[in-house]
């Protein structure tokens, strides 16, 4: 069963492409090719697939509870009006496979063109930016549920698997890369993961990022350094 509205548009969309071959071959995934094409009501589509309308609203009833599509409006009927159903912005974009290819240029312009200080500075800029973007309101919290947070951030909005770990500091630690297409050519893009994870955490963040052949993520938060208490002057005598 295709369940396309568990992913982000980051998470299956330019990887293998016999895997979303697969997922597309399934019941569901027939549905959605054809409502790449345009909006379709039920009847429109159990006549392209050769099934049954029920089995068709069963499957549309669960795609719009998981959020792959949605009404469009409504078509005259003989007795009443159809539905018709389209996809869902969410798995437009999850379908493209063009954003990976153009920020892969993007970056690639930018790093021929800017010097390397340059460079760093603007990918720190963009990782800001984003998580001001993806974050609803700032966390009050401790340390610990604001590093929870960037964790469960990542992994919902951007496509990543990853786990805290706490060991007298914290790690975010990744079983993948969500930019692995880009890591490994361009090492810097990691620092603006870096820099929206340090803007949600507020706390120092150093990127100790697996570049090597399966790329996974890695961002090890430091705890603030704790402000001393002011020496009573009374005590010294002065």
Avoid: W
Avoid at 32 to 41: A, S
Avoid at 50 to 75: K, L, N, P, W, Y
Avoid at 148 to 158: D, F, P
Avoid at 220 to 238: M, N, S, Y
Wanted: hydrophobic letters at 35%; a positive charge.
């Amino acid at each position: 069963m295709l369940c396309l509205g568990k992913y982000s548009a980051g998470g299956v969309q330019n990887h293998d492409p016999m895997l979303k071959k697969r997922l597309l071959d399934s019941s569901r995934g027939r549905i959605v090719t054809l409502l790449r094409r345009g909006g379709l009501t039920a009847d429109d589509i159990a006549s392209e697939l050769g099934v049954t309308r029920s089995a068709i609203r069963a499957q549309i009833t669960g795609m719009e509870r998981d959020g792959v599509v949605r009404r469009a409006g409504q078509r005259p009927g003989t007795t009443r009006p159809s539905h018709v159903f389209e996809l869902t912005p969410e798995v437009e974009q999850l379908l493209s496979t063009a954003y990976i290819p153009l920020l892969t240029q993007l970056v690639d312009v930018f790093a021929a063109g800017l010097p390397p200080d340059q460079l760093e500075a603007m990918l720190r800029q963009v990782g800001k930016r984003l998580a001001d973007e993806m974050l609803r309101k700032r966390s009050a919290g401790t340390l610990a549920a604001r590093v929870a947070i960037a964790s469960e951030m990542m992994n919902e909005q951007l496509g990543a698997t990853t786990r805290v770990e706490a060991n007298g500091g914290y790690v975010i630690r990744g079983f993948g890369c969500p930019l692995a297409a880009l890591t490994g050519k361009h090492p810097g893009v990691c620092l603006s993961m870096e820099s929206l994870v340090a803007e949600v955490v507020g706390a120092p963040v150093h990127e100790c990022c697996d570049r090597a052949e399966r790329p996974r993520c890695c961002f090890k938060i430091r705890r603030p350094a704790q402000r001393q208490r002011p020496t009573d002057r009374r005590d010294t005598g002065a």
